[in-house]
């Protein structure tokens, strides 16, 4: 480790030698703890980090209008637009590199849940289910039916590997609420845990924020962290090891997430993809989601802020948006690429800049909790990655199947826990419909399709395990011509009491 001396000159060559105003009030523990932290910074690309971010901060974003247009359809997959003996394939396709454990997933959940109200990994939330399930529960049941489908099909014993990318905010609460939950009844070899790095927050004038005397206010690289922590964590000789050749990559609150999703792999694996983005339509012209796009010829995310009103409200002749193609956070990557970009391109990546209320001492060595932005954190994206793919595609699904994000507290008016839970309940709702059961309210009368009424309350309350069903198929042999009084939850056991009748 450096010493003292070391450390301090390097601290100051950066600019950045206020970092040690408190040091002589520090005792020796706190001093060894703060130089040990400092020694793991990379102190000669500090000086760049800092300058980068408040030229960032400063700087509006480009506007892109002149050089994007949208990907072309040949390139493109839609659940409604695709006729059903390809989606059939897909599936098909899906289900058999699954079957041969070609298919791992990666789990992008390296933020807190400090949106939310809670100081935990959004992972364990509990958004209000009738189950009383969190959203890491749900996604490993979903893993578990997925290998169950894909082992009935094809007379298998498959495993579909859990990477999830964690930080120093999220790893330790994760492994121990996955163990103290038995791993949800997955293998706990199969589950592999990992930290993404962590880089300091900077002020606007570019200087390194300090949270306390001794500690540096530090923050995740942001979900582009991936391919740096893929090479810290030697995570892709893992993947290699168990002949895992697609990766399916999603964000932890997504609450209808379909866990390596057999239909989305099998469009990717036969159309020779090694990118691949799932996008849902926009649901007005200016929502604020990042457009899946092409910019100069080449395949990326532009995110809401880069283009001008009048283009993204731009229609075809169809009156549907020109740019429609709305980023989820939910790719497919065959193995190979990610060793391309962990080789070649991942130091290429771009930086984001987000303005965040950072805590900090101030010259006075008060601690101070600030009402307004008072610093940056630089941030990748997991997307940045689709430049440098050779053959990009994108597959569009329904946003009321696929997408509902859990970000904000209950009392905003979108993604919050009321809105995640109902669009789950609302799903199962049309699932138990579908197959042919009708759905009762507590005095007995018949309910309509389901619909979120205006105070955001669901008339029906019914929930489907998921491993019971992955993607609402298999219930018509359970609940065909049955009456189910809600709140309904068929889980394994009700299923089972079912079938018996």
């Known amino acids: 480790m450096p010493s003292f001396e070391q450390v301090k000159q390097s601290l ?10 408190f040091w002589p009030e520090l005792c020796e523990e706190e001093r060894d703890v703060f130089l040990e932290e400092l020694a793991q910074l990379d102190l000669k690309g500090l000086k760049d980090h800092c300058e980068a971010a408040a030229k960032a901060a400063a700087s509006p974003p480009d506007s892109l209008d002149q050089h994007i247009e949208p990907i072309p359809p040949e390139f493109i997959g839609s659940v409604k637009k695709s006729g059903r003996d390809s989606l059939e394939e897909w599936e098909r396709r899906g289900l058999l590199e699954i079957s041969e454990n070609c298919v791992g997933v990666l789990l992008l959940a390296g933020g807190q849940g400090t949106r939310l109200g809670v100081q935990y990994p959004k992972g364990m939330y509990n958004v209000g289910l009738p189950s009383g399930k969190t959203l890491y529960q749900i996604q490993a049941e979903r893993i578990r039916k997925i290998q169950e489908l894909a082992d009935s099909k094809h007379g298998s014993k498959c495993t579909v590997p859990w990477y999830i990318m964690t930080s120093e905010f999220t790893l330790g609460p994760t492994e121990t609420f996955f163990k103290e939950n038995n791993y949800f009844g997955l293998e706990p070899t199969n589950i592999i845990m990992f930290e993404q790095r962590m880089i300091p927050a ?4 570019g200087k390194v924020i300090l949270k306390d005397k001794g500690k540096i206010a530090m923050a995740p690289d942001g979900n582009g962290g991936l391919y740096q922590a893929l090479v810290d964590n030697k995570v892709l000789e893992d993947m290699k090891k168990r002949g895992v ?11 209808l997430v379909k866990m390596a999703d057999p239909v989305f792999i099998g469009f990717c694996v036969s159309k ?8 849902v339509e926009k649901a007005y012209p200016t929502e604020p989601v990042g457009v899946v796009c092409r910019v100069r010829g080449v395949s990326q995310v532009v995110e809401y802020s880069e283009v001008q009103p009048q283009t993204a409200e731009l229609r075809g002749p169809g009156g549907e948006l020109v740019y429609s193609a709305g980023n989820i956070c939910n790719h497919c990557f065959t193995r190979s690429f990610l060793q391309d970009v962990a080789e070649k391109y991942k130091d290429q990546l771009k930086q984001h800049v987000a303005l965040k209320k950072v805590p900090f001492v101030d010259a006075q060595g008060v601690q101070v909790k600030p009402s307004k932005s008072n610093g940056i954190k630089m941030e990748k994206f997991v997307f940045d990655v689709f430049p440098f793919s050779r053959n990009f595609v994108a597959f569009e699904v329904v946003r009321e199947d696929e997408f509902s994000p859990l970000k904000n507290a209950d009392g905003s008016v979108t993604d919050n826990p009321t809105t995640a839970r109902n669009s ?11 197959a042919g059961a009708t759905l009762l309210d507590e005095y007995g009368n018949p309910l309509p399709l389901p619909s979120v009424s205006a105070d955001g309350s669901l008339p029906a309350q019914c929930e489907i395990s998921p491993l019971v069903s992955y993607f609402g198929e298999g219930l018509e042999q359970l609940l065909k011509g049955r009456t189910l009084h809600t709140p309904f939850v068929l889980d ?3 299923a089972k009491k079912l079938q018996a009748q």
């Open 272 to 279: 020779g993809a090694d990118c691949g983005a799932k996008v």
């Open 424 to 434: 789950l309940l609302a799903q199962h709702c049309r699932w138990a419909t579908s």
């Open 12 to 21: 100051e060559s950066a600019g950045q030698a206020h970092v040690l105003q």
């Open 492 to 494: 394994e056991k009700q």
């Open 245 to 255: 050749k697609y990766l399916h990559v999603y964000c932890v609150d997504n609450i």
């Open 202 to 205: 900077v002020t606007f004038d």
